[in-house]
Nanobody, 115 residues
Framework: QVQLQESGPGLLKPSQTLSLTCTVS??????????WSWVRQPPGKGLEWMGA???????HYSSSLKSRMSISRDTSKNQFTLQLSSVTPEDTAVYYC???????WGQGTLVTVSS
């Protein structure tokens, strides 16, 4: 059974860079044909797809976040990471990592951006 676990700081100040890591167990991020994705949910709002990295290393970003966002991976640790620069309070959300076709999700981690 695949499991995903997000990790990273829960509190940031405006203009800082958010960095989150997703550790995957029970599946390899370099095999099969899945994409590994980041999704967030701001308080009181719906889910927002942010971007994904495929098993081949191909990366896709949301057009609205592309200029501030980077996804990478560490295949030796079976992890993939999210970096979001120049955060503002509007980036406050629960951040999830998930396996596409969205059949497996991490528990989510709350990131708050506040001065």
């Amino acid at each position: 059974q695949v499991q995903l676990q997000e990790s990273g700081p829960g509190l940031l100040k405006p203009s800082q860079t958010l960095s989150l890591t997703c550790t995957v167990s029970g599946d390899s991020i370099t095999t099969n044909s899945f994409y590994w994705s980041w999704v967030r949910q701001p308080p009181g709002k719906g889910l927002e797809w942010m971007g994904a990295i495929g098993t081949s290393g191909s990366i896709h970003y949301s057009s609205s976040l592309k200029s501030r966002m980077s996804i990478s991976r560490d295949t030796s640790k079976n992890q993939f990471t999210l970096q979001l620069s120049s955060v503002t309070p509007e980036d406050t959300a629960v951040y999830y990592c998930t396996r596409v076709p969205f059949d497996s999700w991490g528990q989510g981690t709350l990131v708050t951006v506040s001065s």
